[in-house]
C-alpha cells in the first residue's frame, strides 16, 4: 500500500511552486516564446534525471542548457564535445605527486551539480561512453577507485542531428541514460524579434541570477519522489512500456529503465500542476519525450514515413485508460 501523503509534502510542494515559478520566469528571459520547453527542463530537474536537447544548430540549445544552470546557485561545469577529447578529460585522472610520492586523483570536468555537454555526438563513441557509469550510478571509478558525485547531479547535453557532418550517433545505452529529449524548434516571428531587441546589444545571461541553489533543489527532488502513485497508474506506465515491444513498428522497444523515467518524470509533471499524486495524463503528457529517442523504428514504419512520436502515440490510443480518482 502506498504511504499516505502528510501535510509536510503539501507544504513542500507550495514552496516547490514558488521556486520552480522564478526559475521559469528567469529563464524565459533568455529564451523566448519557448515556455513548453523551458517547462520540461525543469520537469526533468526535479525528477533527478537528464536531459538531451537535439536541433540544428543556432537555436538556442546551449542556451537553454546554460540558462537552467545559471538559476541555480551550484557548480556547473560545460565539457565541449570534440572529436580529440579523451575519456579522462571527463571523469578525471590519476597523477604521480612528486613530493608525496603518491596517485593523486584530479577530478574531471564530470564533478560539478549540473554538467552542461555541448555538442556530445561529436565525439568518439569511446569518450561520450565515459559518461555511462556517472549518468547511471552517480559516480565515477578510475583506476579501481571510486568518486561519487554531487547532488543533485544533472547531464544537459545538446547534439546536432547525426546526418550532418562530423557527428556521431550516440549509443543506445547512451541514450537510455537521458530521461527525455526536446527540440528546441525555430522560434516564431514575434519571439525572434524580441530576441534581435534582448540578444543584440548584449548575452542576457550575463545579468541572470541565481533564483535557488544546490541544497535546495536536492530538496524538492525528494518531494517528487515522495509524491502519490496509485497501482492503477503504475500499472499504465508498464502497459504502455510493454507496448512497445510488440509494436510491428519499432524493431526497439523501451527498456524498464525507461518506464522509471516515465514514472518519475510524470511525478515532476504533477508536481508543477500542483497535485499531491500522479494522474494517467501527466504520463501521456510525457510519454513522447521520454520514450522517442530510446526506440527505434522497423523500415516498414520508416518508410510510411512515420516519426517515433506518431509510433507512441498510435500505441497510446490502444493502452486502456485507468479511471481517475474519485
Known amino acids: 500500500m502506498d504511504p499516505v501523503v502528510t501535510e509536510d509534502v503539501d507544504v513542500s510542494l507550495e514552496r516547490l511552486h514558488s521556486v520552480v515559478g522564478d526559475a521559469h520566469q528567469a529563464m524565459t528571459t533568455v529564451i523566448e516564446g519557448k515556455d513548453d520547453v523551458v517547462r520540461t527542463a525543469l520537469t526533468v530537474l526535479l525528477a533527478g534525471g537528464h536531459l538531451l536537447i537535439e536541433d540544428v544548430p543556432g537555436v538556442g540549445k546551449t542556451m537553454l542548457a546554460k540558462a537552467l544552470a545559471r538559476t541555480i546557485d551550484c557548480t556547473v561545469r560545460r565539457i565541449q564535445f570534440t572529436p580529440d577529447l579523451l575519456p579522462s578529460d571527463i571523469t578525471g585522472v590519476s597523477v604521480f605527486n612528486q613530493d608525496s610520492h603518491a596517485f593523486e586523483f584530479r577530478a574531471g570536468a564530470i564533478f560539478a551539480n549540473i554538467v552542461v555537454g555541448d555538442e556530445i555526438n561529436r565525439a568518439s563513441p569511446k569518450t561520450q561512453s565515459a559518461l555511462l557509469e556517472s549518468m547511471e550510478e552517480r559516480q565515477v571509478t578510475v583506476d579501481g577507485r571510486t568518486y561519487v558525485l554531487p547532488?543533485?547531479?544533472?547531464?544537459?547535453?545538446?547534439?546536432?542531428?547525426?546526418?550532418?557532418?562530423?557527428?556521431?550517433?550516440l549509443p543506445e545505452a547512451q541514450r537510455d541514460r537521458f530521461m527525455a529529449r526536446i527540440s528546441m524548434g525555430y522560434p516564431a516571428a514575434g519571439a525572434e524579434l524580441r530576441m534581435l531587441d534582448t540578444h543584440g546589444s548584449g548575452s542576457p545571461l550575463a545579468t541572470l541570477q541565481p533564483v535557488t541553489d544546490a541544497a535546495t533543489v536536492a530538496s524538492l527532488v525528494g518531494t517528487v519522489e515522495r509524491l502519490h502513485t496509485s497501482?492503477?497508474?503504475?500499472?499504465?506506465?508498464?502497459?504502455?512500456?510493454?507496448?512497445?515491444?510488440?509494436?510491428?513498428?519499432?524493431?526497439?522497444?523501451?527498456?524498464?529503465?525507461?518506464?522509471?523515467?516515465l514514472l518519475r518524470a510524470a511525478r515532476a509533471h504533477a508536481a508543477l500542476e500542483g497535485r499531491d499524486h500522479v494522474l494517467p495524463d501527466d504520463v501521456q503528457h510525457l510519454l513522447s519525450p521520454v520514450l522517442a529517442h530510446r526506440v527505434l523504428l522497423t523500415g516498414e514504419a520508416e518508410l510510411s514515413g512515420a516519426g517515433a512520436h506518431e509510433v507512441l502515440t498510435s500505441l497510446m490510443a490502444g493502452v486502456p485508460v485507468p479511471d481517475r480518482p474519485r
Not at 547532488?151 to 550517433?169: I, L, S, W
Open 151 to 169: 547532488d543533485p547531479f544533472m547531464v544537459m547535453a545538446t547534439q546536432n542531428p547525426f546526418e550532418m557532418e562530423g557527428t556521431y550517433p
Open 231 to 261: 497501482p492503477a497508474v503504475r500499472q499504465y506506465v508498464v502497459d504502455l512500456v510493454t507496448a512497445t515491444r510488440s509494436s510491428r513498428y519499432l524493431r526497439l522497444g523501451a527498456s524498464p529503465r525507461a518506464g522509471l523515467h
